[in-house]
């Protein structure tokens, strides 16, 4: 006999990601629009983990008001993105050549709601 534990799906967002383009643009899925809030947040910090040099993943702040540390949500269309071609340069991410894909999830640290990207593996598209 079989007893079945049935899985509930979570809110229906779809896939929470940011695409790098050649262009240096970060740009977000529908998923990681609703996510993000990107319709009501403007502003974003971008931060790396300061501790932990093994810790290869990005951090998005939701910023209430501009500063220099700030990115601003820029938008084509139905299209949001941030302007992050010097901070990849930076730190050395080839998104000319490759394909850079982060998964975004929301994370608590230290009560600061962030978000965490985390690199894709590169996977071919043979």
Not at 69 to 85: E, I, P, Q, R, S
Request: hydrophobic content about 35%.
């Amino acid at each position: 006999m079989i007893k079945f534990k049935f899985l509930t799906p979570k809110d229906n967002v779809g896939v929470v990601k940011a695409t790098v383009h050649k262009t240096g643009k970060m740009g977000f899925s529908t998923g990681a629009i609703k996510v993000l809030g990107l319709e009501k947040n403007k502003y974003f910090k971008l931060a790396v983990n300061d501790e932990d040099e093994k810790d290869s993943n990005l951090y998005l702040i939701v910023a209430k008001e501009a500063d220099a540390d700030t990115f601003v949500t820029n938008k084509a269309g139905a299209y949001y993105y941030l302007k992050v071609k010097h901070i990849l340069d930076e730190l050395g991410i080839d998104y000319k050549s490759e394909t850079v894909i982060f998964d975004i999830r929301e994370v608590k640290e230290a009560d600061i709601k962030c978000y965490k990207l985390s690199r894709r593996k590169a996977t071919s598209k043979k």
